[in-house]
């Protein structure tokens, strides 16, 4: 199982960016995706993750800026994000909860960089 993430970049306070997620390979489904990022210095921290129920968990410091969703038939997870500010930088990873052969397992992308200037 792969994911592949793209989207990331540099922009300027109060901009906008789109992170993209495809996951690829052999699983039966998908029970979850979302996103997680590292700022410098700091431990990841999940940004939203959505279940197979088509339920959105976000931090509390992107809620109403970022919007999380799922397209179940690319197998791709998405991440809007507007209202950027100098503290959303980040390595941005997205995850996905993969069932192989009966077992569920988290799978995680290479990661993508997401800069905002102030």
């Known amino acids: 199982v792969q994911l592949q993430a793209s989207g990331g970049g540099l922009v300027q306070a109060g901009g906008s960016l789109r992170l993209s997620c495809a996951a690829s390979g052999g699983f039966s489904r998908l029970s979850g995706m979302g996103w997680y990022r590292q700022p410098p210095g700091k431990e990841r921290e999940m940004v939203a993750t959505?279940?197979?129920?088509?339920?959105?968990n976000y931090a509390d410091s992107v809620k109403g800026r970022f919007t999380a969703s799922r397209d179940s038939a690319k197998n791709a997870v998405y991440l809007q994000m507007n209202s950027l500010k100098p503290e959303d930088t980040a390595v941005y990873y997205c995850?996905?909860?993969?069932?192989?052969?009966?077992?569920?397992?988290?799978?995680w992308g290479q990661g993508t960089q997401v800069t905002v200037s102030s």
């Open positions: 995850v996905a909860l993969a069932v192989v052969g009966g077992q569920t397992r988290a799978v």
């Open positions: 959505t279940t197979g129920a088509d339920t959105t």
